[in-house]
Nanobody, 123 residues
Framework: QVQVAESGGGLVQAGGSLRLSCTISGMTRDDYAMGWFRQAPGKERVPVSCIRRNGGGSGYYADSVKGRFTVSRDNANNTMYLQMSSLKPEDTAMYYC???????????????WGQGTQVTVSS
């Protein structure tokens, strides 16, 4: 059974930084899409950044986070990270991690999703 769990969210002032972690267990494939998504109140869930576990492909960053957020992975520990810097109030959202063996570059809604971790950026 695939399990995905996010951690690291919290309250931070504008201009600050946070690092989110996503631990993944139960995946039997060596290569799959991994992604961070976010959903602000009253808005749709959107992709933030995506990579492949084996490092192939060009990955994905939403325009709104380019230059501020960096996605990385530690395959030995089955963990993906999202380093967020220069945070803005508009980054406030629930952040979700997902994995998917079929989609590229980002996991689809039918992939495996975590429960989310809240990020709140105060002005």
């Amino acid at each position: 059974q695939v399990q995905v769990a996010e951690s690291g969210g919290g309250l931070v002032q504008a201009g600050g930084s946070l690092r989110l972690s996503c631990t993944i267990s139960g995946m039997t494939r060596d290569d799959y899409a991994m992604g961070w998504f976010r959903q602000a109140p009253g808005k749709e869930r959107v992709p933030v950044s995506c990579i492949r576990r084996n490092g192939g492909g060009s990955g994905y960053y939403a325009d709104s986070v380019k230059g501020r957020f960096t996605v990385s992975r530690d395959n030995a520990n089955n963990t993906m990270y999202l380093q967020m810097s220069s945070l803005k109030p508009e980054d406030t959202a629930m952040y979700y991690c997902a994995v998917d063996i079929y989609s590229n570059p980002c996991p689809a809604s039918l992939g495996h999703w975590g429960q989310g971790t809240q990020v709140t950026v105060s002005s």
